[in-house]
């Protein structure tokens, strides 16, 4: 009764004026209780979801062409969204409305499957959203050297290549998500995700108005059935090519590592799968058609020569004031995309130190800090404040080591999307749901697990050949765009 008395007091409910019913303030599992809706959780896929993948898509779709390019994003969000369907239902454990909550996609796993594959999956999972911060740093910088550039052909014209250095960026955004990173739980990242996902739609809309000028302009659609042609490249360069843009599709759609921590964030009732299934619904099918819209009409506009970011790599020079704001938006919604990948690895790590250090005030304590008159006061954990700026130094200073934009895009892709978006998902629904082995379900879902396994090879093979060929003629820290 006391610990309840303090929990009430720290939501800053008057003891005089309690609530009738705890469940007023509590879910059943006695967390406080949760406030997401259908709008809030497609705010955190959008925001995840459309990220700095579209700026890459017309150049995925110039290597496999007009015939390639629009059938496998369609195919990559078939997949993402009938897997994500099955992810929802392993939400709870059991019943669907009052089965045990799995507040994270390793909870799942362990509830399903256990064994090596818990241990598997966190490893899978972890280094993927490592490895996205380090993306979207990389795009981060990219997109503020050409607000730079730009400034730069302004004044000294547009045949000016105008190198930028992209440390200095790397490290500006580096410190804005040491800051953010202090946020302390995923349920309050909402009006991030909102501000972020609303840039999400003006950048991928100025791309996309861009690109239909370019098309008028030309007065020609560009491109060809196949994609780029055998002599522009050599055959080997067209597979390596093709591969690594089939991992760029997938990079751009994948966020079910991130899917059940969304889904812990909405309110009950209705019951949590049917809020993330419409979630699901509106988010995948938005995304689809701005990437259809954005690939497509960036590889009409140009060709086979379409850049591997549409927005920032030269592709449009005019109007400079659109861009510098395309560019801005592209810088903003990163910040809060960056948040809704590591808020799950960041809530992982701390979970397992309070597990093994209970007694430990560094890694329990929460100090209150009232930063502003009348707001509601800050939690301060020194253990997160440690542990979240030395992982925000960290991807910064790999990005700064490796920032090659497409081909860890491509890797990532690769690496995250067969495991975490088809094949841990399957498993689990095969338990969950109790589907008998050889049963007609059970052969579609293997077969789909296998054949999302072979182009995640194809997709990885392609990308590491890409980076090996980029460190070629690299040196590392000199970031020059």
């Known amino acids: 009764m006391v610990q309840n008395s303090k929990n009430l007091q720290e939501l800053g409910v008057s003891m005089d004026v309690l609530p009738r019913n705890r469940s007023d303030l509590f879910d059943e599992d006695g967390r406080v209780k949760r406030t997401g809706t259908v709008w809030t959780a497609s705010a955190h896929i959008i925001t995840a979801v459309i990220g700095s993948g579209v700026l890459s898509l017309a150049w995925a779709v110039a290597q496999i062409g007009?015939?390639?390019?629009?059938?496998?994003?369609?195919?990559?969000?078939?997949?993402?969204?009938?897997?994500?369907?099955?992810?929802?239902?392993?939400?709870?454990?059991?019943?669907?409305?009052?089965?045990?909550?799995?507040?994270?996609?390793?909870?799942?796993?362990?509830?399903n499957l256990g064994g090596i594959k818990v241990k598997l999956c966190g490893v899978v999972q972890y280094v993927n959203l490592f490895g996205t911060a380090i993306g979207y740093t990389i795009a981060s910088a990219i997109s503020m050297i050409a607000i730079q550039r730009t400034s730069c052909q302004q004044s000294n014209g547009d045949k000016d290549p105008c190198h930028v250095n992209g440390n200095p960026y790397m490290i500006a955004f580096g410190a804005i998500q040491i800051i953010f990173s202090q946020i302390p739980d995923f349920d309050q990242l909402w009006w991030l995700s909102i501000v972020a996902a609303l840039m999400s739609f003006g950048y991928s809309t100025i791309g996309l108005g861009l690109g239909i000028s370019r098309m008028v302009d030309n007065k020609e659609i560009k491109g060809t059935l196949t994609g780029v042609t055998i002599g522009t490249v050599t055959p080997t360069e067209k597979v390596w090519r093709t591969f690594q843009s089939l991992g760029n599709i997938a990079f751009a759609y994948s966020y079910s590592m991130i899917l059940i921590e969304i889904q812990d964030t909405l309110k009950s009732p209705p019951a949590e799968e049917k809020t993330m299934r419409k979630a699901t619904l509106i988010s995948v099918a938005v995304t689809t058609l701005f990437y259809m819209l954005c690939g497509c009409v960036g590889y009409a506009a140009f060709g086979d020569s379409a850049p591997g970011n549409l927005l920032a790599a030269g592709g449009f020079r005019n109007p400079y004031w659109l861009l510098d704001i395309a560019n801005l938006a592209i810088v903003i919604h990163l910040v809060g995309a960056y948040q809704v990948y590591c808020q799950p690895l960041f809530a992982f790590v701390e979970k397992e130190a309070s597990k093994r250090y209970p007694e430990s005030k560094f890694i329990t304590k929460?100090?209150?800090?009232?930063?502003?008159?009348?707001?509601?006061?800050?939690?301060?954990?020194?253990?997160?404040?440690?542990?979240?700026?030395?992982?925000?130094?960290?991807?910064?200073?790999i990005s700064m080591i490796m920032p090659f934009f497409n081909d860890v895009l491509g890797l990532l892709g690769a690496i995250g999307f067969w495991p975490l978006t088809v094949y841990f998902p399957v498993e689990m629904y095969i338990v969950q749901k109790n589907v008998p082995k050889w049963s007609t379900r059970w052969v579609f879902l293997q077969v789909l697990s296998l054949a999302c396994l072979i182009v995640s090879v194809a997709a990885a093979a392609g990308s590491v050949v890409g980076i090996v060929t980029d460190l070629k003629s690299y040196k590392p820290f000199k970031t020059d765009f």
């Open 66 to 111: 007009w015939v390639g390019g629009p059938v496998v994003m369609i195919l990559f969000s078939l997949v993402t969204y009938y897997t994500s369907i099955l992810l929802c239902a392993c939400y709870r454990s059991g019943d669907s409305v009052t089965g045990k909550r799995n507040y994270t996609y390793m909870d799942a796993i362990h509830s």
């Open 366 to 397: 929460e100090t209150k800090i009232n930063i502003f008159p009348g707001s509601k006061p800050f939690n301060l954990n020194l253990f997160r404040l440690l542990w979240r700026t030395v992982f925000v130094i960290t991807t910064t200073l």
